[in-house]
């Protein structure tokens, strides 16, 4: 029988080692080129958590933008009169002049009066504030008239005899209709 070499002395055996060299080379790539299933895990981890945060961001800048939104949208509210109440303003400083004269004539008085409803005119022209004045024998417009009362009259049934009081519009908006007198049909 022959002597069979322990492995040792395999080891030591440089023929062996050369032979076994280049197949340990090419093993070592083909492990590299192929990840294993923990690299694989890890990188899917990783991805998660960094889709995980990029989800996490774009709902916090949603949340900002809607909250940003909202405080505009009460601010907006909240000044939204500021241009009106700044040309009433002029109104008020005429009103409260008028009221220091000690010795007014009745004269100056009407005068003082005409020129701050100017003012409130100007004011209200500004602001898209418009006044809503039908003239006798206007056709009743219910959507921005308020017959308050019908009375014998020459003209035709339901057109405007007098008017009581005026109403008010901003932009196509009505805020007070105008109070009528109408005419009774025949």
Do not use: C, W
């Amino acid at each position: 029988m022959e002597k069979q070499e322990s492995p040792s002395v395999q080891q030591d055996n440089p023929a062996v080692e050369a032979a076994a060299a280049p197949a340990a080379e090419q093993a070592a790539p083909a492990a590299a080129a192929e990840p294993t299933l923990e690299d694989k895990l890890a990188a899917a981890e990783a991805k998660a958590a960094e889709l995980q945060d990029a989800f996490l961001r774009a709902r916090a800048e949603g949340e900002n933008i809607r909250r940003r939104a909202q405080e505009d949208i009460a601010k907006a509210h909240k000044f939204a009169i500021e241009g009106f109440a700044e040309s009433l303003l002029a109104v008020k400083d005429s009103l409260e002049m008028a009221l220091k004269i000690e010795n007014a004539s009745l004269e100056s008085l009407k005068e003082g009066v005409d020129m701050t409803l100017k003012q409130l005119t100007s004011a209200f022209e500004k602001n898209k504030l418009q006044e809503v004045s039908p003239q006798a024998g206007d056709k009743l417009d219910p959507m921005k008239h308020q017959a308050v009362s019908a009375v014998p009259a020459e003209q035709e049934a339901n057109t405007v005899v007098a008017v009581l009081q005026k109403g008010y519009m901003i932009s196509d908006r009505l805020l007070r209709p105008a109070l009528v007198t109408v005419a009774q049909g025949k």
